[in-house]
C-alpha cells in the first residue's frame, strides 16, 4: 500500500487526508490513518474585496504548518494540495502559493471549477452504491461555491461550478440574525440564477438520485437526524425525503447564532454561515424535484468527497 496526504483548502475550511491506498481484490480503495478538518474562513471578504485577508491567510498557514508535521509524522510519501474558489477569486492568490510552498514544500494547486467537480464526484462514488444503476447528481456545496455533477459508475457525464456558496451568500446578502425575508429572497434570487445557469450545461432532468457532500450538507442531516453529536458514521449513505431535508434546512435558516451554537453537532466554525448552506441545499432540492418531474424525491448525504477524490488522484 502507498501512504498518501490530500489538502482541500476551501473558502471556509482546511481539510487534511492521511491515508494508505489499497490495491487489492482488483480495486482501489482508501484507508484512513488520519482525518482533520479546521475552518480557517479563507475566503473571508474575498467576494467584496477580491483579495484574501491577512489575518485570513494567517489562520490557513498556521493550520498548513500543523498538518505539515502530521504528513511528517505519518510517513505520507507523496502530497498534495488543493484550493478551491476563495483562491480561484483572489488577486493576491500569489502570497497565497507561495507561502503554502515555503510550509510544505509542495506546489499548492488552485483548480477549476470542473476539476473541482470531477474530485468530489471520484471521492464521492468511491463508497456509495447509489451509482449501481443510475445517473446521480453529486452537489458539493462549499463556501465559495457549488459544483453540479452529473454522472453514473463508468465517470462524470457533465459538471459545473456556480458561485453561490454558504460563506458568499452569508456575506452578500444574509446580513441579520436571523435573515430578514427580503435578505432571503435576495438570496434565493442569486440561487435561482446559477442553477439556471448550470441547466444550460448539466442536464438536470437526467438525474435518477441526488448525493450532497461538505460540511453544510451533513451537518443539515445531523440536525435531521437529531443527533446528540456529530457522528460521521450516522450520517454517512443517509438517504432521507426532500420534504425533511428542507424542514431541517429551514429550520437553521430561521435559527439566531446563539441557537445554532448550542446544537451538539454543529461545528464553532459553521454557526454562522449554515443558515446559508441550508438555504442553498433545500432550493437545489426543490429545483430537482420539479425539472425531474417529481421524479426526485430524496436525497443521500455522503462524507466523503473532494478530500478522498484528491487523495485517490495521488495513487
Same mark, same amino acid.
Given at each position: ?37 479546521? *475552518? ?42 488543493? #484550493? ?77 461550478? *456556480? ?17 430578514? #425575508? %427580503? ?45 446528540? %453529536? ?17 424542514? #431541517? ?51 443521500? #448525504? ?14
Amino acid at each position: 500500500m502507498t501512504r498518501v496526504a490530500a489538502i482541500d483548502c476551501g473558502t471556509n475550511s482546511i481539510r487534511l487526508l492521511v491515508a494508505d491506498i489499497d490495491r487489492s481484490n482488483g480495486r482501489i480503495a482508501l484507508r484512513d490513518v488520519v482525518r482533520e478538518m479546521r *475552518v480557517v474562513r479563507l475566503g473571508q471578504g474575498v467576494d467584496a474585496t477580491g483579495e484574501l485577508a491577512p489575518e485570513a491567510l494567517e489562520r490557513t498557514f498556521a493550520a498548513t504548518a500543523d498538518y505539515g508535521r502530521l504528513i511528517r509524522e505519518h510517513g505520507a510519501t507523496a502530497v498534495r494540495f488543493v #484550493a478551491t474558489s476563495a483562491s480561484r477569486d483572489a488577486r493576491n492568490r500569489d502570497v497565497f502559493v507561495e507561502g503554502i510552498r515555503d510550509l510544505l514544500g509542495v506546489e499548492p494547486e488552485v483548480i477549476s471549477g470542473g476539476e473541482e467537480a470531477a474530485l468530489s464526484f471520484a471521492g464521492a462514488s468511491s463508497v456509495l452504491p447509489i451509482l449501481d444503476g443510475h445517473e446521480v447528481l453529486v452537489v458539493d456545496l462549499g463556501g465559495g461555491s457549488t459544483e453540479f455533477v452529473l454522472g453514473t459508475a463508468d465517470g462524470v457525464t457533465a459538471a459545473m461550478s *456556480v458561485d453561490i456558496g454558504c460563506v458568499r451568500l452569508t456575506e452578500r446578502h444574509l446580513r441579520d440574525d436571523p435573515p430578514t #425575508a %427580503e435578505q432571503v429572497a435576495a438570496a434565493e434570487a442569486d440561487v435561482d440564477a446559477a442553477i439556471a445557469r448550470v441547466r444550460q450545461g448539466v442536464p438536470l432532468e437526467r438525474a435518477t438520485a441526488v448525493v450532497g457532500v461538505a460540511g453544510s450538507i451533513t451537518t443539515i442531516t445531523a440536525h435531521a437526524l437529531g443527533l446528540a %453529536e456529530y457522528a460521521p458514521d450516522a450520517i454517512h449513505g443517509t438517504e432521507l425525503p426532500v420534504e425533511t431535508i428542507r424542514a #431541517a434546512a429551514t429550520g437553521l435558516l430561521e435559527m439566531t447564532r446563539p441557537e445554532r451554537a448550542v446544537l451538539p453537532y454543529m461545528h464553532p466554525g459553521r454557526v454562522d454561515v449554515i443558515g446559508a448552506g441550508g438555504l442553498v441545499w433545500r432550493r437545489i432540492l426543490e429545483q430537482m424535484e420539479g425539472v425531474s418531474g417529481g421524479r426526485i424525491t430524496t436525497a443521500t #448525504a455522503s462524507e466523503h468527497d473532494i478530500l478522498d477524490g484528491i487523495a485517490l488522484s495521488i495513487g
